[in-house]
Structure formats: structure tokens, C-alpha cells
């Protein structure tokens, strides 16, 4: 079947659920949203080509507002460390320290350390989604994204990538919608 988006083929991801870790699996599984389970589908994808830069240049510069980065982050607080994902469309960038710090109400927001997000997730660098994350995170995401009619998203692995409504992003277990959470680029000298 094809995409709603791009130019790919894609299956439902109940029907791929080997080609998924096990807690992305898990999560469409066990996924109960308003969007049904059958509307996240899932893309074979080159891996060699998981980055967002790469990944548009080859597939095409509009996909830049058809799809998201999932990021995870670690704020602090005292002695205190919450990790959270942020979601925003892969044009922007994360609002780190303005939006995500106030709203995990901490001192200090950084990106969490890739052995962090990946040893914590389950999912691979550069797949990171934020279906499947662990119970109790909150996952933060722009408006824009929820916003959108389709959205690719990583998938949990560099190999793959999932295609579902912007407004199953709203659905996610511990979502926050945010408006002016992914903010434009610094612009390059």
C-alpha cells in the first residue's frame, strides 16, 4: 500500500510488530487512541539514512514538515533528574530552555546522553519515537505536529520509520500538546 506521505510502502504496524523493539511493539499492541491501530503504518527504511538531513535530502525537502523528531531529555532540579521526550516537526528545533525547562518546572534542561535515552528507551539512536516510551514520562509535543494530518516518526530503530495521524501524538500516554515547543532553527553563518 502506499504512504499518505512521500513516496513510500507501507503495512500497518500490527502487522510488522517483529521489525519493532519490543516496547514500540508493545505499544502498538496494546495501543487503544481514537486512531486505530491499523492508521500507524510502518516504512522499511535505510538505515544508512536515518538522520533527518540525510533522510530529506533523499526523500524530499517537504518532509520537513511532514515529520517529527523525537529527542529525549534529562531535566534536573536539586538532585532530582527527569527525562522526558520532546516531539517536534524536523524543521525545528527543541525549545529546550525556554518551554521544556518550564514546563518539567526544573533549574536545568539538557539533552539526555545517548546511552541514556537509548539504555532507558530500549530503541536505537536515531530511532527514537515516542510510542513505547517508559510508563510515567511525560512526552512533550508542539502543536504543529498534532496539528499535521500525517506525520513520519522514527520507529525505534534507524532501520524503518512509522507514518500515523498528528493527532495520535495527542494520545500518547503522558502527552503534553505545547505551543512553541519546536522554535525555527539558528540560522547557519
Known amino acids: 500500500m502506499r504512504a499518505p506521505i512521500g513516496d513510500f510502502d507501507v503495512r ?8 519493532l523493539t519490543e516496547p514500540v511493539a508493545a505499544a502498538v499492541r496494546d495501543w487503544n487512541g481514537t486512531v486505530p491501530a491499523e492508521e500507524i503504518l510502518y516504512a522499511d527504511t535505510d538505515p544508512a539514512i536515518a538522520d533527518t538531513a540525510v533522510f530529506v535530502e533523499h526523500h524530499g525537502q517537504r518532509l520537513l514538515d511532514e515529520s517529527a523528531n523525537c529527542v529525549i531529555v ?6 532530582t533528574t527527569t ?3 520532546c516531539v517536534v516537526r ?3 528545533r527543541v525549545n529546550i530552555n525556554g ?3 518550564q514546563e518539567l518546572g526544573v533549574r536545568k534542561v539538557r539533552f539526555a546522553p545517548v546511552e541514556t535515552a537509548t539504555g532507558d528507551t530500549g530503541m536505537e539512536y536515531g530511532g527514537i519515537t515516542p510510542i513505547g516510551l517508559p ?6 509535543v508542539d502543536a504543529a505536529v498534532v496539528d499535521t494530518e500525517w506525520v513520519l516518526v522514527g520507529s525505534g530503530r534507524r532501520r524503518g520509520k512509522l507514518i ?8 500518547l500516554p503522558g502527552a503534553v500538546v505545547l505551543e512553541g515547543l519546536g522554535i525555527s532553527p539558528e540560522p547557519q553563518d
Open 74 to 79: 534529562a531535566g534536573k532540579r536539586g538532585t
Open 135 to 140: 510508563a510515567g514520562w511525560p512526552v512533550l
Open 99 to 101: 518551554v521544556v525547562r
Open 83 to 85: 527525562l522526558a521526550a
Open 164 to 171: 500515523l495521524p498528528g493527532k495520535a501524538f495527542a494520545q
Open 12 to 19: 500497518p504496524a500490527p502487522d510488522c510488530l517483529d521489525l
Open 90 to 92: 524536523s524543521g525545528t
